[in-house]
């Protein structure tokens, strides 16, 4: 692994932890605004999918130490799951098809399936009050502003990163 990969999956991960407290500073919501998803989204693009899973499974298993956001039970397994299933995504697809729409529109909806996936595991374990598609099913309406938000600057924020020379070469 290279070493230039690990520093930038060490600073996905804490663009993962800081972004939510700032959004909890503020009282913006982070279960609206999905702060977290975002870093590890593009660690997939940059990373690939091995280590995008990775800063996906370590985001939120870290915020939830440090900060007890998210919630350690039930709620950190399952968004392990579900961010795993985002940098995996994402990595996988964009690296097959270069294409920034299809990776993350794919990412999205696997993710959720992950996180039932999560919170399977999560009923059989640690919390068997949780049904899985009902919890997942509860948040996606209120993450809508998040998905939109992702919908609208991630593709924005990739394009210029891999169109910008200098960038591109320093994180490649």
Not at 60 to 85: D, H, K, Q, R, W
């Amino acid at each position: 692994m290279k070493a230039k990969k690990l520093v930038l999956s060490g600073l996905f991960v804490a663009f993962g932890v800081i972004l939510p407290m700032i959004f909890h500073i503020f009282n913006m919501g982070g279960s609206v605004f999905l702060p977290m998803h975002i870093p590890v989204l593009m660690a997939g693009y940059f990373l690939g999918p091995a280590l995008g899973a990775a800063v996906g499974i370590i985001t939120p298993i870290l915020s939830g130490l440090l900060t007890s956001m998210p919630p350690l039970v039930p709620v950190m397994p399952i968004m392990a799951f579900e961010l795993c299933g985002y940098g995996l995504v994402t990595g996988l697809v964009f690296s097959k098809t270069n294409k920034v729409y299809i990776s993350l529109i794919c990412a999205m909806v696997v993710g959720r399936l992950f996180a039932i996936a999560g919170a399977f595991v999560v009923s059989l374990t640690l919390a068997p009050q949780v049904s899985p598609i009902t919890y997942v099913a509860s948040g996606l309406f209120p993450a809508i502003p998040g998905m939109i938000i992702q919908l609208i600057f991630i593709p924005i924020l990739i394009n210029f990163l891999l169109n910008n020379k200098e960038i591109a070469k320093a994180i490649s």
